[in-house]
Nanobody, 126 residues
Framework: QVHLVESGGGLVQAGGSLRLSCAASGRTFNNYAMGWFRQPPGKERELVTAISSGGSTYYPDSVKGRFTISRDNAKNTLYLQMNSLKPEDTAVYYC????????????????????WGQGTQVTVSS
């Protein structure tokens, strides 16, 4: 089982960029589907983007064209590149992992993931 640690959050002005990282311990990172979720203040946790163990990706319309998820299996690290940030992107961002035997399956629901990082705060000022 992997252990996840996020980094890279911070305060940025609207229109700016940030790159979040999620470092995973363990030797089987490439067998995990991964996701980025966020929880805005006072709201439910929501999917930001997800990637299969084989590299297939999914983006909801809210972030499509602005955010990019990627993974470096050699470094056991998941990334989230966030461009053109908006104040409504303000949230605590979490990475999540799910051991999978399907290299193409992408998982959308927070309930599907059983390993979570501690979260990193992203604040976008207007």
């Amino acid at each position: 089982q992997v252990h996840l640690v996020e980094s890279g959050g911070g305060l940025v002005q609207a229109g700016g960029s940030l790159r979040l990282s999620c470092a995973a311990s363990g030797r089987t990172f490439n067998n995990y589907a991964m996701g980025w979720f966020r929880q805005p203040p006072g709201k439910e946790r929501e999917l930001v983007t997800a990637i299969s163990s084989g590299g297939s990706t999914y983006y909801p319309d809210s972030v499509k064209g602005r955010f990019t998820i990627s993974r470096d299996n050699a470094k056991n690290t998941l990334y989230l590149q966030m461009n053109s940030l908006k104040p409504e992107d303000t949230a605590v961002y979490y990475c999540a992992a799910l051991r999978t035997y399907s290299s193409s399956s992408v998982y959308y629901g927070s309930y599907e993931y059983n390993i979570w990082g501690q979260g990193t705060q992203v604040t976008v000022s207007s």
